[in-house]
Structures are given as structure tokens and as C-alpha cells.
């Protein structure tokens, strides 16, 4: 049986990753998928909108055999970190396959974007850029340019073949050369909107945290947002200097921008800048309310946390050879750092639920068993 790998945040799971899912599968005939998923926060610097098990449930019922969870220090990260930490789950996973969803669908076209961005003449080229005041992600892709042409390096101007490329530098670092599979997008894009069939997760994000249809207890850092800015705000300068991607002053400016603003929404636009994505800038945030730092990321994820299986899935588990913990019960996991270090963000968590919750759900919520 041949185990395919998948990156996902599924926030929340939809038309379109189901459709992905479907495509895997039948792409791959008999095989296990598996699923290296966000836990309870996600990249773009936020809380997921539902817990990591109910996410995980739903993943297993659209077509997933296995969930495991991609810890806060590297789910709420840049692409790069976020690809290197999933990539690294999945091939400890046994996975022999690579499926991701893709604009282009140009697989060779995202290897050699790949290989190119882990080039010395690259990062040449991209200090050239940067040192003109240019903004990160257009830097990248004109050094990306200068080697390989206008077309290739167009990949990374969108939002999942940008995605790709990451996943496969992550496994090119690690020596791993899975079969890929870049699966085309179907429906509404990153932020696209609504659609008849497939609208896109942003879309079905604000309609849930409007209520319509009222579902579930969803969660937002806004549901949190007086205890986030007050723990901001306990904050001084060397706290915010240990939080990752606080180069070239960043630390410094958001420090004033949260001695300014009143609000999550002003603190961003007040420590926005020209050169970095408004992400970046709400991913240092959500560092700093969870009382996170750069050093509290290990090089590669230190342990297997399952959220979900069902029967095919077990199987994986069953003949998995990896050296690394396999979590499989909540008390598995007591005295892992990592581990230890989810409970606190899984509790902060429960308070930006719509309506809080208690602390503990980290020791006390099962693996989803289909």
C-alpha cells in the first residue's frame, strides 16, 4: 500500500479540499493519505476557526485516512517553516508520494523553482533586491527571474504554487524524493470569495464568524482581543526581539505599534511595512500573545502527534518505522516539551472561542477514531 503525503490547514475543510482529496485517490488507486494538518492556529497569524479535532474529523470523513497535527511553532510560521516542519511530519510518516493543489500544475516547472531558490546565485541575487528597499516577495521573484525567466518564476506570484515550491525545496534539504502530484484548484481562489460549488475558506470563515449559519464555537484572535493586547503590552523590547522573523528592526516598530494601537487591527497597520507581508506582521503578534520565541522552534518536529484515523490509517500507524514518539493517547504526550509548551497554546485557545472554554482539552480530547 503506497502512503500519499498532504500539507493542510483545512480552515475550514470544504468542496475544495474534498475535491483534492478525491483527486489523490484516484490518481493513486489503493493507498493511504496522509495528512500533516495545522493544529489550532494557522499560518496567516490567527486561530483556526475550529478546533483541531473537529477539523481533523472532518478531514477523515472527506476522504483522509490519517491526520497528524503540524505544531503552532511551525503551522503559525513563514511558508518556509511551515513547509520544512509539514515535509519533515510526512516523511517520517512513511509517505512516498507528495500531493498538494496548484494553480499551474506544472510539477517539473515547481522542482526547478525549487532547486533554483536553494542556489547561491539566488540568494545573490535576492540581497541585490532587498538592499534596493524592494518588498520581500517581490525580491524573490525577480532574483528567481534572473536565472530562470519571467514564466517560471511567475509560479511563485500564486498562492499554492508558491505553497509547492516550499514543499518540494523542504524535501530536496531533506533528501526525500517523493512522486508529486500538483492537483488542479478548483473553484474560488486564496481569498477568492464566494463560488457556487467551491467558495473559498476566507469566504466560509466570515460568513461562520457572522453566524450564518450559526455553527459550532468558532474562534478568532478578536474573540481574544483586550487579553492579547494586554499581553502585549506586559511586553518590553527584548521580548519582542526573541519572537522569529524580528530582523531589520521589526521588533522594534511592532513594540511601538503596541504602545499605540487600541486595537489588533491598528497594531497591525501601525507595524506594517512596504518590505514585509501583513502576515508576517500578525504571525509575531499571535507569537507574542502565546509567549512564544524563535528558540522555542526545534529543528525538525520531534514527535508524531495523531488527531484522526480511520481503518487505513491504523494500518500506516501499525507500520510505521520512525524512532520518533508516536502520540497516540493524550497521557503519550506528558512530559514532551513541545508537547507541554501545545497544552498552554491549546488552552490560550479555549478563551478565543466565541464562548471560552476550560483548560485541559490537550490531555483530556482522544484522537478521532473513524
Not at 518556509?80 to 510539477?107: I, M, T
Request: aromatic share 8%; charged share 25%.
Amino acid at each position: 500500500m503506497r502512503v500519499v503525503g498532504i500539507v493542510a490547514e483545512y480552515n475550514p475543510f470544504h468542496a475544495g479540499h474534498r475535491f483534492h482529496l478525491e483527486q489523490t485517490r484516484r490518481l493513486m488507486g489503493d493507498c493511504a493519505i496522509v495528512v500533516a494538518m495545522s493544529g489550532n492556529f494557522v499560518q496567516r497569524g490567527d486561530c483556526a476557526i475550529f478546533d483541531k479535532w473537529t477539523r481533523a474529523r472532518a478531514a477523515l470523513e472527506g476522504g483522509a485516512d490519517l491526520v497528524l497535527e503540524l505544531p503552532t511553532v511551525w503551522a503559525a510560521a513563514s511558508a518556509e517553516h511551515f513547509a520544512w516542519g509539514a515535509v519533515s511530519l510526512l516523511r517520517e510518516a512513511g509517505a512516498q508520494a507528495l500531493s498538494f493543489g496548484s494553480e499551474s500544475v506544472d510539477s517539473t516547472g515547481l522542482a526547478r523553482v525549487a532547486a533554483c531558490l536553494d542556489s547561491q546565485e539566488f540568494h545573490r541575487g535576492l540581497r541585490m533586491f532587498l538592499d534596493q528597499g524592494m518588498p520581500f516577495a517581490a525580491c524573490r521573484q525577480r532574483a528567481a527571474a534572473t536565472l530562470l525567466g519571467d514564466g517560471l518564476a511567475g509560479l511563485l506570484s500564486q498562492p499554492n504554487d508558491n505553497l509547492g515550491v516550499e514543499y518540494l525545496k523542504a524535501a530536496r534539504r531533506l533528501g526525500w524524493n517523493p512522486e508529486v502530484l500538483a492537483i488542479p484548484r478548483r473553484g474560488a481562489g486564496h481569498d477568492g470569495g464566494d463560488h457556487p460549488g467551491y467558495p473559498s475558506a476566507s469566504w466560509l470563515r466570515e460568513r461562520i464568524l457572522a453566524g450564518r449559519p450559526p455553527v459550532g464555537n468558532p474562534a478568532s484572535l478578536k474573540y481574544g482581543e483586550r487579553g492579547v493586547l494586554a499581553r502585549l503590552r506586559a511586553m518590553n523590547p527584548e521580548d519582542f526581539a526573541r519572537l522569529p522573523d524580528s530582523c531589520e528592526g521589526l521588533d522594534r516598530r511592532l513594540y511601538r505599534a503596541v504602545r499605540e494601537g487600541t486595537s489588533l487591527d491598528e497594531v497591525y497597520q501601525l507595524a506594517k511595512t512596504k518590505r514585509y507581508a501583513h502576515a508576517r506582521i500578525r504571525r509575531m503578534v499571535l507569537w507574542a500573545a502565546l509567549g512564544l520565541g524563535a528558540a522555542d522552534r526545534p529543528q525538525t518536529p520531534p514527535y508524531l502527534r495523531v488527531l484522526g484515523a480511520n481503518g487505513q490509517g491504523r494500518r500506516v500507524l501499525k507500520d510505521l518505522t520512525t524512532e520518533r514518539p508516536v502520540i497516540t493517547k493524550p497521557a503519550h504526550g506528558r512530559g514532551l516539551a513541545l508537547l507541554e509548551l501545545e497544552a498552554k497554546c491549546t488552552d490560550f485557545y479555549a478563551l478565543c472561542r466565541e464562548y471560552s472554554l476550560p483548560c485541559g482539552a490537550e490531555w483530556t480530547v482522544s484522537p478521532v477514531m473513524l
